[in-house]
């Protein structure tokens, strides 16, 4: 066991009074040591409660005959880092979260790891650290958050994103001050990661269709009974990883990445798992390109619209059969690799039959037969503004603005373009060009919700287009095309895009033009300066000198 290096042996002596001081007897002490990694805080409401799943999760370690330790990892909530200079740190705290955990389990020899992430950033860079180690794992998340409510006794349901584009309806006379503040009480109803296919959720789904996480991971709602069990078997499945000398990267191979681009598209999930996927994967030494998701997505259907593209709810696709029925039926069409092992200890396939995986709501999660598309939920677009691609939640676009010309409206911040929706100075056939918000120019790849909801609460979402070299929440909805590659602060020519420039969309053929000459394009670029901001943190000039393109995962060169 690689904890023998802290506990066998005369010279390590004193590491074993370091362990007797954390009350330790000698037989836990000769036990398998499993570290449990608890990114509970009291600031995230999908990490509120996890301490109760770290218990639970120690108690299954200690029936199966392991000692658990656990330790902390920081999560930033994204909806509260939303729209201020808090979110410049939200997708640089997974390469923290990634690299704090490294060191935890290496400087104290863990012989297995137990994950409990559940919001943003804390899932994949919990995925990251685990293939980067290699040692017997698995991941249990928090769980998803019920549905709320428009208003306390209504049955009219709400989520966060009703809460976003609820602001820009008050500014266009749709809603009331007073009714918003209703909607603010009872949308978020308790503990969990936010009810949409949101990116918190988007991830904890593709963690078990990836085969890291036990099936029910993904939609087990927060606050059940269910999740406690299910946390108690994860401890229990860890030790028998264990036994087996089961790792990470067995599990992670070649197929199991189709597996999870196959069902990021049928769910229709979080643009961002476009920059997480490649991340995490790339620790385990496997290429995921912008082009392998745009072949997926074109041979794989769109069988569920989860808010924001819909109205169903995560607890609305557990009840309906979950992953296991999303992933049964995409077997049908050959899109799922069944051998792939999981942390289950038997293969994809053993685990659907075992399951008698089934669609069990027809309207939740359509059949091949009646999908909501035939493509999947993301589309990689490519043109002259973006040579190396930009990504749209295509299930979420309105028929509208799948292929139409825009008039650009050039801003260098989100907070110029966010002025300029809430004044109404944005119109009908506009695109808001957003730039210099990529991973090195914003830096830090702000992800912009609320200008997007903004537009679709003061009714433009059909009508207006948002592009940016940054990103989007997964709880955006329309023609929001984000990771714009390469990026404005890099020379990109997304920052050469000038006010009223006219720019083709085309989603269903994969297009985005600027209709401007190449001999303009060239005298632009010939007298072109990026634009430097001034960075005031050292730890985000730090990032900015070490993250890689939006294209390839936004990950540490």
Same mark, same amino acid.
Do not use: W
């Given at each position: ?350 685990? *659907? ?5 089934? #669609? ?5 999660? =359509?059949? /091949?037969?009646?999908?909501? $598309? %035939? ?120 920052? *050469? ?5 006219? #720019? ?5 053929? =994969?297009? /985005?033009?600027?209709?401007? $000459? %190449? ?39």
């Amino acid at each position: 066991m690689r904890s023998t290096k802290m506990t066998e042996g005369l010279e390590k002596a004193p590491h074993r009074s370091l362990l007797y001081a954390l009350g330790l007897t000698r037989e836990e002490i000769r036990r398998p040591l499993v570290g449990v990694v608890n990114a509970a805080n009291e600031v995230v409401p999908g990490h509120i409660h996890l301490d109760r799943i770290a218990e639970a999760v120690k108690a299954g370690v200690r029936m199966a005959g392991g000692t658990p330790l656990e330790f902390p990892v920081i999560a930033v909530c994204d909806g509260l880092a939303m729209n201020h200079e808090g979110m410049r740190f939200s997708l640089p705290s997974r390469e923290i979260i990634a690299d704090s955990i490294e060191i935890m389990a290496t400087a104290h020899a863990f012989d297995a790891l137990v994950f409990i992430p559940n919001c943003d950033k804390s899932v994949p860079g919990m995925l990251m650290a685990m293939l980067r180690l290699n040692i017997p794992s698995i991941l249990i998340s928090g769980g998803p958050m019920m549905a709320g409510t428009h208003a306390p006794h209504q049955r009219q349901r709400a989520d966060l994103i009703t809460v976003f584009e609820g602001v820009g309806k008050v500014k266009s006379g749709l809603m009331s001050e007073e009714q918003l503040e209703e909607l603010t009480e009872s949308a978020c109803p308790g503990c969990g990661s936010c009810a949409g296919m949101f990116t918190a959720n988007s991830m904890n789904c593709l963690s078990e269709t990836i085969g890291l996480a036990l099936p029910g991971n993904g939609t087990t709602p927060a606050v059940t009974a269910a999740r406690i069990r299910l946390a108690k078997h994860a401890g229990m499945r860890v030790m028998d990883l264990l036994a087996k000398d089961l790792k990470p990267r067995d599990i992670v191979t070649p197929e199991a990445v189709q597996n999870a681009v196959a069902v990021d598209m049928a769910l229709g999930c979080s643009t961002n798992t476009v920059l997480h996927l490649p991340a995490i994967f790339r620790e385990a030494g496997l290429p995921l390109t912008l082009d392998i998701f745009d072949e997926v997505s074109r041979k794989t259907p769109n069988l569920c619209k989860l808010s924001p593209a819909g109205v169903h709810h995560i607890q609305d696709l557990h009840m309906a059969g979950g992953i296991p029925a999303v992933m049964a039926e995409l077997s049908k069409k050959g899109c799922i690799h069944q051998e792939v092992l999981t942390v289950t200890g038997k293969s994809v396939g053993e685990n *659907l039959r075992d399951l008698k995986a089934a #669609i069990a709501d027809p309207e939740v999660i =359509r059949p /091949l037969d009646n999908p909501y $598309s %035939p493509q999947g939920g993301i589309a990689i677009l490519k043109g002259n503004i973006a040579p190396l691609g930009a990504v749209v939640k295509q299930s979420a676009v309105a028929p509208e603005m799948l292929c139409r010309d825009v008039r650009a409206r050039v801003f260098n911040s989100e907070e110029e373009a966010m002025q300029a929706i809430l004044a109404g100075s944005i119109v009908k056939n506009d695109a808001v060009v957003i730039c210099y918000e990529g991973p090195r120019g914003g830096p830090g790849m702000r992800e912009m919700l609320s200008p997007t909801a903004a537009i679709t609460g003061m009714g433009l979402g059909k009508d207006v287009a948002l592009l940016t070299d940054g990103r989007f929440s997964g709880g955006t909805n329309g023609a929001a095309i984000g990771h714009i590659s390469p990026e404005a602060a890099d020379g990109g020519p997304i920052g *050469l895009v000038r006010e009223g420039d006219s #720019i083709h969309i085309d989603i269903p053929h =994969r297009v /985005l033009e600027l209709r401007v $000459s %190449p001999e303009v394009l060239a005298q632009r670029q010939a007298s072109h300066t990026p634009v430097q901001k001034t960075v005031s943190s050292g730890f985000l000039r730090r990032y900015a000198a070490q993250v890689s393109s939006a294209a390839t995962g936004a990950a540490y060169k």
